[in-house]
């Protein structure tokens, strides 16, 4: 997997690290754009995620070079919820488990995630952490609700530019979009955080993932510190990026 560099996707990204002003709050995060070709490092990750389904996907790893079975400091026991009663794989939200598509999904979901939040391993995430959404317009829907109820119109020109953006870099309007389920106040999704919401776009056509993760600190005074150091959105200047984008 590879960081695919975008400005349409670096100025997005710019402006949640700064912040979009709601009424008592800001909401921050990252969206970042992949690609879903292999590279070597990706190898070892492979071979232990078919190792977790099951010894009947023995002989798919056998050739992967560097893998010694085991990886440092992970459980290498299959989860539960990647077995059926009787050991074979089961159905996902990411699909039949036996199947080796649905496994490479995994894995780019995975990787997405390491890639993304280097101090933190999602190594050991199972399908069950992830939900396939409905439709491109319910994830619209609550998207744009979070942004801009109450908001700015810098929220409001945001989100305009974010699916104009998804839909030119990553085909949003016919790739599956999951979302992943964070693990209560266990880590990093969850943890001094008032919400949180993260959306993977897959285009099986482009290989390709976009990363939406977008939070509210547990914290955040509307008119604090980004206020006074002069970083609030609403005055963002044309060279400052999205905001006043011509749309």
Known sequence: MKYLD??????????LQEGL????EYVHGRVELYSCKMVNRDKKLLAFIEQRFGPEYAEEIEGIPGFSGSLDGVNTTPPAAARSSSGGAVSSSLGHMSDSSARKL??????????SFQDYDFTNLT??????????????HSVDTKLTDYGSDASTRFCIELWRTMEEEAGISD???????PDDNDDCFSRGKLWSCNYFVYSARLKRIAFLSLWTPAQTPRMGALNASGSDLDDMSDDDGIMDMDL
């Open 127 to 140: 399908p069950d952490n992830f939900v396939r959404e409905e439709s491109l317009a319910a994830v619209r």
């Open 175 to 181: 790739a599956q979009i999951y979302s992943y389920l």
């Open 106 to 115: 995994l894995l780019n979901l995975i990787l997405t995630m390491n890639q």
């Open 6 to 15: 975008s400005e349409g996707f670096s100025k997005l990204d710019l402006a």
């Open 21 to 24: 002003p709601l009424r008592d």
